[in-house]
């Protein structure tokens, strides 16, 4: 392809320009860059200055004192209530097993039993709460996961345009 001279001048001036806005456009993407970097810094000591300790003044009053006290209600129902239960529990079961064991080696010595307490007591009571709350739990549960959703389905043919 032939190109007259005035048209390769032309092409050149335009190609010199074209280079001339590339290097500008470098030097102004480099200097965004920098200033980019500065109030990336910038924030920083804000956010390090005057966010921060906001943040932790209100979570030292307000949520690490609701923390504490869940925290010692948590132990204390542990400590007074749970442990004894399940210590109660578990030594009757050892019990019955060393009684299972002794009758089955044959060394079983009668023993008075004891005087039988009439009524359920605070023990029994707490073991049907507990017994309910895990199976009302089991029944939420199941009955979340088999819930028919309409947005979990896909429908088997693809949806037709609505006629106008």
Avoid: C
């Avoid at 200033?35 to 949520?63: C, H, M, S, T, W």
């Avoid at 299972?100 to 079983?108: I, L, S, T, Y």
């Avoid at 023993?111 to 707490?126: D, E, M, N």
């Avoid at 709460?129 to 979990?152: K, S, T």
Wanted: charge should be positive.
């Amino acid at each position: 392809m032939n190109l007259s001279r005035r048209r390769k001048k032309e092409l050149r001036k335009l190609q010199d320009d074209a280079g001339q806005l590339w290097e500008a456009q470098q030097v102004l993407v480099g200097q965004a860059a920098g200033i980019a970097r500065e109030a990336g810094r910038q924030l920083g000591n804000f956010n390090r200055e005057r966010i921060v300790p906001v943040v932790q003044d209100a979570y030292a009053r307000k949520v690490a004192p609701t923390v504490d006290r869940g925290l010692r209600i948590g132990r204390h129902v542990v400590d007074e209530k749970v442990v004894p239960i399940v210590g109660g529990v578990v030594g009757t079961a050892l019990s019955a097993w060393d009684v299972a064991n002794a009758k089955r080696h044959g060394a079983v010595t009668r023993v008075a039993p004891a005087p039988r307490k009439k009524g359920l007591g605070l023990g029994s009571f707490i073991a049907l709460v507990l017994g309910a709350a895990a199976a009302i739990g089991v029944v939420v549960a199941a009955w979340q996961a088999l819930r028919a959703d309409d947005e979990l389905w896909v429908a088997d043919d693809p949806l037709s345009a609505p006629d106008a």
